[in-house]
């Protein structure tokens, strides 16, 4: 056979290769299980501790543009960092911040607006999250409105199952402007009025944010004028997904690697259990899943990077396949732990929280099949 | 054919009396938290005290003879005592208790009479609570892998090892458990079978800590625990069928306990919940429950809460009318644990992030959706995995000749 | 324990065991797998010879009052009957006659089309179907109209994938006689300008129904002045359809114990191959579709029969499960042959072709999903 | 990254004359029936015209070496004939031949410098069509267990026994066998691989009778056929890789297999004719590709598509960069033989009776609609059934170590 000339080519770059060598080294140094776990029981699950340990490698400022003191990475290259940091899974406001939070000031954000936040971005000092959501849970609703007076705007009302606002410094909170266009405030996290609620359950960095008369000073308020605050507010997430299906599927790397680890490891009637056709069948399953997943993700990316027109599908067809993989994978292991996947000192139950919280975080599955479709123009 | 369960007259009469008597007799303030690791040591108790008063009655275990404490009654009025619990969210028995529930039938069929009439009173009585021993680090889905020693020693036998995923919250009077009385003697020909106090000195216990608190049966166990014993002493009057017999034993109860899921007749409390939640929630401005795409959701749901229905109405049936239950308990047990999960994915899907929130202002159904999240994944083993449900299937539908033998409990 | 006091009972009475094994026997010795291969492959899948085998059982009398000459049986003896048929599966216009077809009659006719025809149909002289889906195929929308002269009625068009019409020698032909009311016209299968077409393809007993200028006369409309037509048409398929049900059942039956059989006596490996856990799930698979089906269509065939109210949705469980059940249990067993399977002379494809056949017939899973939801009335 | 097979200028003119090459070169009137079944002895006569043209060219084998009769060209160059022919509804080749598919690769690894000399030239050049004998009424998935005799006799083997599941219409050439040289022999270590002229005396075939005539890796085969073995005697010289050496020489090529569908870079015809009959077909006065419910159903067709495509476009690029194909070439196998059965159900959900008739009129897309209801259930077995694949992706991922032996075709 002759060599391979087309420029097709699934492989990382050096660079890419050493930054995901870099930080696979990092996390499993600096968040093994133990950590993980304390990080996850307590009421806060991020430290400026942990923060810390991850700023100093640089990886905050990987999006930002050079002229704004970040490093000019691709989303693949954020997407590759974001996967390693997925197999602990690290928990805190990095996606919210550095990709998430990132992109919408880099899609919205006046001249001004950029030069100001975004050096602080890169260098890890102001951390940044998005208050979105609210009682229908559906990212394409907002019914809280800003009223505007002579020097400010005024927010009331409560932002539910927030993601990620824990440690932020800065929130980006949504209201109503006019019927058709969105208001995205940035606010000091600390202001007087906004109170943040950690919520308990079955979910992981899932908060409520309530606004009790805040007060936004007219600064504040993102864009220019011509700005529609939907629009915007839409490019950044569909930018943004992949690099959290990359999370996922980090997450679902990891416990891929616990399952087959432990199928070959204990012995039951005699044999490894992975011995048995029915255990098989779980860890075959769960490659399917994670295959799938990570090649449409990456091709999302690969199209977001190059501007390529079909990009968008690609983008939904990566978080529905990745929400589903990452949900199935997860309870595939737990089939193939039995009794021990359940001991939270194992650490297979921090994924499959994981797995659930981001299930539906900007559209489960069903949305964005519905979005899929749409956007083929069938 | 008939597929209702119509009551003689004389049934309904005893209806009638087992509502008034529960209207006197139920204890104030009986617990049902949603999430069974809230179970307090006081709710524990009033259901202890429950337990207690129906026992004079013999209800507490209705089926079993009376000569032994069980009330002699009909599976048709054991399902009537339990549709008038479940008017106050208990069941029956009302706290977690494996020795009515397994142990007691393994003893009828290999106790000596003398250790029926001591032990098998008390158990029905509900004088003691009993945990059961049978899971070990080593010996999950391969339960003849026990490591626990039980040696012999003049009339006692010294015990030594750890069990898993044992009981409940609150502790328990006693205990059965399968020991190896024989290390190095033939696989399922090394096992014994005892009935343990549980005060014994060198049994220790501390709870684990599982993503979610049992529910076992449909009983608030709470937490399961791990058992340690060090040298422990049992007296010999406390094997039960003999040494080296344990397996036997124990295939007595565990075939049994395949066919006592009638709970599954009294109503989906899952999908009443899911309906509960889809009228309450609005998108859009519209309930949940008006949205064609999640009636299509609600239609699977309902579906699969149906035919586990069915089986467990077949199962009543084969019961009632004294035929053998083959694979149609395993099957039933299968379509549960599966028909859990589903539920749970389903759920999320229609509830979105509320079905995964525990909070006194925005949990659906005051908590109970949030817990089925968690409790469908743990529901998955105990009893043995769907791997042993489906492997146990297979034998009785004489497919190949399985070498692997079945009963994983924790 | 007490013997069981309650008046559920999930046996059968002795008449319907005796009926059972009477018509069992009768199938396995009247239509081996040869003859049913030889029917398949015919053009007409149906002959005189082989109704005349089971019309000496009396079995076409089945569903019919005795005072129109026949047994007055309940829905579940015919369920019990049909249920054999379907081992086999034996083709023909059983169900579209003497249940479909009589229970039609019963609905709507006048008291002197029952008079003249039931006695016929009980006899086995007369043998019925039902024309009436288009060529949208939903059995909810007509579109032929009935034109009316003095004297008779004139239909034009076509009737799309009729089900089991070869071998009748009348038609329910289902036409608009206004927009809101549905005529039946009960038609000599030999009228001229009535031609029947067999379609070929993956399916059993399918054939369109051409109708070029057939004249009908004016008492060939089934029914009084206060007939609806539709309403008469839906209660008779809704009593009809667990029957149905129940020959869905028996194929699923046969094909349950020709898998089973083949399981334990193939060898691979040296072993019978139902060792497998992997052939083992297959099976497993295939009896639980079996048991939901089964206990939802004689559950929802004792409500019929006892008028219970909450009929109409156990009937709509009864197919979505019936015919998910049916088109899956092929499957495993296709599954489990590999390669035998797919050879026609082995009989499971009669079997399969069957159920993708039914699959659909007076609506697939997800219409009967959708009608069990709002018969519920959440 | 980079997922676009983008083609240098060098092989862009490849393409054009690739091109224009078969603008004069395509035989009129070649068939592309919707049932294989349909080909007729003349569509077949014009394949193998195509396809002794193409060889020519060093383009019906391309990337085979050319001292043996291949085109020494990278499978990007191959691919770019593939593309071309896909205009035309052909492939490459263009007709069932399991020689160059298969044989040759074996025959490259294990054949002496004569036996290359003299069996690939005719085989890579498409002078000959080959079938494959491997499956055996009692060797399917369990293909060690061969009961078809080859006994040495001087510079002969006597065959004797039967093959099925084999081939094609219209007859071929030669085929490839592996036989028992050793019957009692050692399991895997009894089994010889012979390229067998099919004019010998003593073979005879017949065509078996399935729903589904085959469609194999996307040429029309036609119909499969039982070949019969009577006393044939087969020269010592078309033994290769030696006597008893069989199950090595049938491994090279049967891993190879599993690199080889690259068919699936082209474009999911079955998902293009669903989405045509959708566009044509109307419910209620709209297209059905506008109802919402079925748009859900085309979202399910079109992901899985593109899962098998994904899968596809890894397995392309590791071959063109001489990366190992480790599991993920069963698991393409697997995801494909799996989105076939999921399509046809999806299609009949979506189009109803449409999908399953047979007419001229009726029939959406020619009937390709209704030839993959059939075909998809014919799909699950032929090389290797799902649990084969399962149990090749199960060795490769290291899981417990199966002592089951894979290699199943017919």
């Given at each position: 056979m002759v060599a391979n000339t087309s420029s097709m080519d699934l492989s990382l770059t050096e660079t890419q290769e050493m930054l995901r060598s870099t930080i696979r080294s990092l996390v499993s140094q600096e968040f093994p299980t133990q950590t993980l776990l304390d990080m996850d029981s307590k009421?806060?699950?991020?430290t400026t501790a942990s923060w810390n340990k991850l700023t100093s490698s640089g990886w905050?400022?990987?999006?930002?543009?050079e002229i704004y003191?970040?490093?000019?990475?691709s989303l693949t290259d954020s997407a590759i960092l974001f996967q390693e940091l997925g197999r602990g899974p690290v928990p805190g406001p990095h996606f919210s911040s550095s990709v998430l939070g990132t992109l919408i000031l880099l899609e919205i954000g006046s001249e001004d607006q950029k030069a100001q936040l975004l050096p602080e971005l890169a260098a890890g000092k102001e951390i940044i999250g998005l208050a979105h959501t609210e009682?229908?849970?559906?990212?394409?609703?907002?019914g809280m409105a800003a009223s505007e007076t002579h020097d400010c705007y005024i927010l009331n009302g409560t932002k539910l199952?927030?993601?990620?606002?824990?440690?932020?410094?800065q929130l980006i909170i949504t209201a109503l402007l006019q019927p058709n266009k969105l208001g995205l405030f940035l606010v000091n996290?600390?202001?007087?009025?906004l109170e943040i609620q950690e919520l308990d359950g079955w979910s992981t960095g899932v908060s409520n944010v309530h606004l009790n008369h805040v007060k936004i000073p007219?600064?504040?308020?993102?864009?220019?004028?011509?700005?529609?605050g939907w629009v915007e507010l839409f490019a950044a997430v569909e930018r943004a997904l992949p690099v959290l299906c990359a999370y996922q599927i980090g997450s679902c790397e990891a416990v891929f690697d616990m399952t087959v680890k432990y199928a070959n490891k204990r012995h039951q009637f005699g044999v490894?259990?992975?011995?048995f056709q029915r255990v098989q069948d779980h860890i075959i399953s769960q490659i399917n899943y994670l295959d799938a997943a990570t090649l449409s993700t990456y091709e999302a990316l690969w199209k977001l990077d190059e501007g390529k027109e079909t990009a968008k599908s690609s983008v939904h067809l990566a978080k529905a396949l990745t929400s589903e993989a990452h949900y199935q994978i997860c309870n595939a292991s737990h089939e193939v732990h039995a009794?021990?996947?359940?001991?939270?000192?194992?650490?297979?139950t921090l994924h499959t929280k994981l797995s659930r919280t981001l299930?539906?975080?900007?559209?489960d599955p069903k949305y964005h099949k519905t979005q899929l479709i749409r956007s083929l123009n069938l | 054919m008939n597929f209702e369960i119509t009551f003689t007259p004389e049934q309904q009469e005893f209806q009638i009396r087992v509502r008034d008597w529960l209207k006197r007799?139920?204890?104030?303030?009986?617990e049902h938290p949603?999430?069974?690791?809230?179970?307090?040591r006081g709710g524990y108790e009033k259901q202890r005290e429950l337990g207690h008063r129906l026992a004079l009655e013999g209800?507490?275990?209705?089926?079993?003879?009376k000569e032994f404490?069980?009330?002699?009654?009909s599976p048709n009025e054991a399902l009537i005592i339990e549709m008038e619990l479940e008017k106050y969210d208990?069941?029956?028995?009302p706290y977690y208790d494996s020795g009515g529930k397994l142990a007691a039938a393994s003893i009828m069929v290999w106790g000596t009479q003398e250790q029926k009439s001591i032990f098998l009173p008390q158990i029905l009585k509900g004088e003691v609570r009993t945990w059961q021993l049978l899971t070990e680090p080593e010996a999950?889905?391969?339960?003849?892998?026990?490591?626990?020693t039980a040696i012999k020693n003049g009339n006692k036998y010294t015990v030594n090892g750890q069990k898993i995923y044992v009981g409940s919250s609150h502790g328990a009077e006693w205990s059965w458990m399968l020991a190896n009385?024989?290390?190095?003697?033939k696989r399922h020909g090394n096992l014994s079978w005892f009935i343990v106090p549980?005060?014994?000195?060198g049994i220790t216990w501390a709870p684990m800590d599982l993503i979610f608190a049992g529910n076992e049966n449909g009983a608030l166990s709470g937490f399961k625990n791990t058992v340690y014993f060090a040298d422990v002493q049992i007296p010999?009057?406390?094997?039960?069928?003999?040494?080296?017999?344990g397996w036997q034993v124990a295939d007595t109860h565990l075939e049994i306990e395949?066919?006592?899921?009638?709970?599954?007749?009294?109503?989906?409390h899952n999908l009443r919940r899911t309906l509960n939640a889809c009228r309450k929630l609005k998108k859009r401005g519209n309930?949940?429950?008006?949205d064609p795409s999640i009636q299509e959701i609600l239609a699977e749901l309902y579906i699969d809460s149906e035919v586990t229905r069915l089986f467990h109405i077949r199962i009543h049936w084969l019961r009632s009318s004294g035929q053998k239950i083959s694979y149609q308990g395993p099957q039933a047990y299968l379509q549960m644990k599966r028909q859990a999960l589903r539920a749970a994915k389903h759920t999320q899907d229609i509830l979105g992030p509320y079905a995964l929130v525990m909070d006194d202002?925005?949990?659906?159904e005051d908590g109970f959706i949030e817990v089925q999240q968690r409790g469908s994944i743990v529901a998955?083993?105990?009893?043995?995995t769907v791997e042993i449900q489906k492997l146990i299937m297979s034998r009785k539908l004489g497919?190949?000749?399985?070498s692997m033998k079945y009963g994983s409990k924790h």
């Open positions: 009421k806060n699950p991020f905050t400022s990987l999006l930002i543009p003191g970040g490093e000019g990475g009682s229908e849970y559906d990212h394409e609703i907002v199952f927030v993601q990620d606002v824990l440690g932020t410094t996290s600390s202001t007087y009025g007219k600064s504040s308020l993102l864009g220019t004028e011509t700005s529609n490894p259990i992975g011995k009794g021990l996947g359940i001991m939270r000192e194992y650490g297979l299930y539906h975080y900007f559209g | 007799n139920m204890p104030k303030g009986i949603a999430d069974p690791a809230n179970l307090t209800w507490l275990y209705p089926t079993y003879p404490g069980g009330g002699g009654l208990q069941i029956l028995p999950g889905s391969d339960l003849a892998n026990i490591q626990t009385t024989d290390p190095g003697g549980m005060d014994l000195p010999t009057e406390n094997l039960i069928g003999g040494e080296n017999n395949h066919g006592l899921m009638q709970g599954s007749l009294l109503g989906d309930p949940l429950i008006a202002k925005l949990s659906p998955q083993h105990p009893g043995g497919l190949g000749k399985p």
